[in-house]
């Protein structure tokens, strides 16, 4: 599955594949001018640019990708025949070296990356859809170039993670990222007990033949209440979002014949009822057994419990 979610619309299917650490030949610029000649420096210190692809409408696309694909030195890519697909589409043509780069090569290929950069170079990083090193190859080269003092630098653009959490209609204040859960069953419901008491908005990837045990998975572990929204084929032509509670969104799910690329994005954990003062008082002995002055410990607890200072104060009193 494309962790990015999805690829532009109505490109060229005819699979023709551009062979690694080949360019597609010099070609002009956005603006008319002519491009940097391949495999040259581009003058002063090297870079790198992670630069974001279209998630599905290829429409998406950025001036500064534009620009940058038509005059790097060296732009490695996930899949170079998506991203010959991408240019064709765009009418552009890729001006430097292209080199593939993905996670079952970046480990033997980043130090030849990075050599490049050292040497002056411009290179472009994209994988198939979104920002690379967002559940995409990346991170590792990012990771080698900070730890080598190179400079490092993004051309952001479309987001499945951010698109799907701006339509969700959940609680966009505060969110974080999880990506794919595993695939067994017992990894799963792990990774979801660690999820708990999460109270950001929670935004996952998921393959369309796996939502329905993890729909289940997030019902029996959030509660069938909980808020979600299923994001499928995010900007494309049959762009869909299903909104409502876990146990409705297991009903659609299991009622259709899913497909496309997925996100899944799960409403935080509601506040905790606030209980009684009498309950929190061992709380507060407990703060007070560390050197804690009573006053100090009863206004800690109180504030964190969601309790009256003053009521939890008298039965701490009661309680001796």
């Not at 990774?191 to 729909?215: C, G």
Request: hydrophobic share 40%; net charge negative; with cysteine.
């Amino acid at each position: 599955m494309d962790p990015n979610l999805s690829t532009a619309p109505n490109l060229p299917s005819d699979g023709t594949a551009v062979p690694d650490d080949v360019g597609d030949g010099a070609g002009p610029g956005p603006d008319g001018s002519p491009a940097a000649a391949a495999g040259a420096p581009s003058g002063g210190p090297g870079r790198i640019v992670l630069a974001a692809t279209p998630i599905g409408n290829v429409g998406d696309a950025t001036y500064r990708l534009i620009e940058l694909l038509t005059t790097a030195d060296i732009v490695a890519a996930e899949d170079t025949r998506r991203l010959h697909r991408l240019v064709q589409n765009l009418g552009i043509t890729v001006a430097g070296r292209i080199i593939s780069y993905h996670e079952h090569n970046e480990a033997a290929k980043t130090g030849e990356l990075l050599d490049q950069v050292r040497a002056g170079k411009t290179l472009v990083m994209v994988t198939d859809a979104g920002m690379p090193s967002v559940s995409d190859p990346g991170f590792r080269l990012v990771e080698g170039a900070v730890a080598a003092g190179l400079t490092v630098t993004a051309a952001p653009g479309p987001s499945a993670v951010l698109t799907a959490l701006a339509l969700s209609g959940l609680p966009t204040d505060r969110f974080c990222f999880e990506g794919f859960l595993p695939r067994k069953a017992g990894e799963r419901s792990s990774r979801l007990a660690d999820l708990d008491a999460e109270r950001r908005t929670m935004v996952f990837f998921e393959a369309p033949h796996r939502l329905e045990p993890m729909l289940r998975a997030l019902r029996e572990r959030f509660g069938a209440d909980r808020r979600a929204a299923i994001c499928r084929e995010l900007t494309k032509t049959y762009e869909e979002v299903i909104r409502g509670t876990l146990r409705e969104l297991l009903e659609w799910a299991e009622s259709s014949e899913v497909r496309g690329e997925i996100a899944v994005v799960v409403g935080g954990a509601p506040e905790r009822e606030p209980g009684k003062p009498e309950d929190h008082v061992a709380d507060v002995n407990a703060l007070m057994a560390q050197g804690i002055r009573l006053k100090e410990a009863v206004a800690a607890v109180a504030e964190d419990a969601k309790v009256s200072k003053r009521e939890l104060y008298s039965a701490v009193l009661a309680a001796r």
